[in-house]
């Protein structure tokens, strides 16, 4: 859709491609910014950037992460402009609560409100950590992205890229510390591949 | 720089990816959205582009092209000028559909403008014929009357200018 289509085809390439990641690209400005109205504004912001700069996109990367490039970049940008005039432009986009959000989730047997509260407790600790070191461990571990990836997405070389990832896992290991417990988890323990948490003996016994 | 334990790595992969999905507002999924979008994309109309786009549009309402002397098509100096700054962008048609109808919006303002300035116009040379004629006749011996012409301002026409209705004597 980048060889200078039609303006009708280049309308319609658009808006496809904005259906099918406005999910995933709120989803990661809702990580790296903390709130629903701050990631709004910077999704919207996101794909008015993608719209006017979607010719400069050489195909050398995937489309997905040239966007995530944008998307952070707008929700650092956003974070350091506290009281933004970003925020200013969109107030027709509220912080919308309870009968007003979408849960697009499944809610299958895994969705337990233990799981809620861990996510919850996980996503107030990255918040925690500058907007930087939040972004490389959500587009990391959230997205999956490699680290080539990484490299593209936060235009950044390997080595930077490392130490980066090095230093956003002691900053979570120093908020993480000690909070863990409630919730099952063993301090000091390994942790297993497969996601089950070691539980202190007697821990979800009735 | 000290590095992180396996275990603190593979746990906070786990802690992250057992983070459930965010909450998707239904605002991200409404037209709404969209729209605001393209008009965040259109702020470059506040900037450079809106003199480049006023230079423009005397040529793109010329009064001899269709649709009430709106051009449809883009014309290329605007084309230029959005791609200079917005390089690499395709033909904007989407700029190009909201400044025709922002023009389809003010045409009908224009159309009154221009037919009172029409109005006026003609009520000008009238005033003028009536004083040329007077001198005429005042010269070339008319009437005595002549000289008594009255003028009454007429309202409908007070947008034209100060245009002069001749009542006759």
């Known amino acids: ?206 | 720089m000290t590095t992180p334990s396996r275990d603190t790595v593979r746990l906070h992969r786990e802690l992250l990816r057992a983070m459930p999905a965010p909450v998707v507002p239904l605002d991200l999924h409404r037209p709404a959205f969209l729209e605001g979008v393209y008009a965040r994309a259109t702020d470059v109309l506040a900037t450079d582009l809106g003199p480049l786009l006023c230079e423009g549009l005397p040529r793109v309402t010329a009064p001899d092209l269709p649709e009430g002397g709106l051009c449809i098509e883009e014309p290329a100096g605007v084309v230029r000028a959005v791609e200079s700054l917005m390089p690499g962008a395709p033909a904007p048609g989407w700029l190009w559909a909201r400044i025709r109808d922002d023009l389809a919006t003010a045409a009908p303002a224009r159309t009154r403008l221009r037919r009172t300035r029409a109005v006026g116009l003609v009520a000008a040379a009238a005033v003028l014929l009536a004083l040329v004629g007077s001198a005429f006749f005042r010269t070339h011996g008319g009437t005595p009357d002549t000289s008594r012409i009255v003028f009454r301002l007429d309202p409908r026409l007070g947008q034209a200018g100060d245009a002069l209705m001749p009542l006759g004597r």
């Open chain 1, 1 to 206: 859709m980048c060889q200078a289509p039609d303006s009708d085809e280049f309308e319609a390439a658009f808006e496809a491609l904005y259906v099918r990641y406005r999910d995933r690209v709120y989803s990661i400005a809702y990580r790296i910014t903390g709130t629903t109205a701050d990631a709004l504004d910077v999704a919207q912001e996101s794909f008015a950037l993608v719209f006017r700069k979607i010719g400069a996109f050489r195909g050398e990367s995937l489309f997905s992460t040239w966007l995530y490039r944008i998307v952070v970049n707008c929700a650092i940008d956003s974070k350091r402009q506290s009281g933004s005039a970003l925020q200013k432009r969109t107030g027709s986009l509220s912080a919308v609560d309870g009968p007003e959000l979408q849960d697009e989730r499944e809610n299958g047997p895994d969705d337990t409100a233990e799981r809620r509260e861990l996510g919850d407790h996980v996503h107030d600790s990255i918040q925690r950590l500058s907007p930087k070191l939040r972004a490389i461990l959500v587009l990391r571990y959230v997205e999956g992205l490699s680290y080539e990836e990484l490299c593209v997405a936060l235009d950044l070389s390997m080595g930077t890229v490392k130490s980066r990832m090095a230093r956003a896992h002691l900053a979570l290991q120093d908020v993480l510390t000690g909070t863990l417990e409630p919730f099952g988890f063993v301090s000091g323990a390994p942790i297993p591949e497969s996601g089950e948490r070691r539980r202190k003996p007697g821990a979800g016994l009735s």
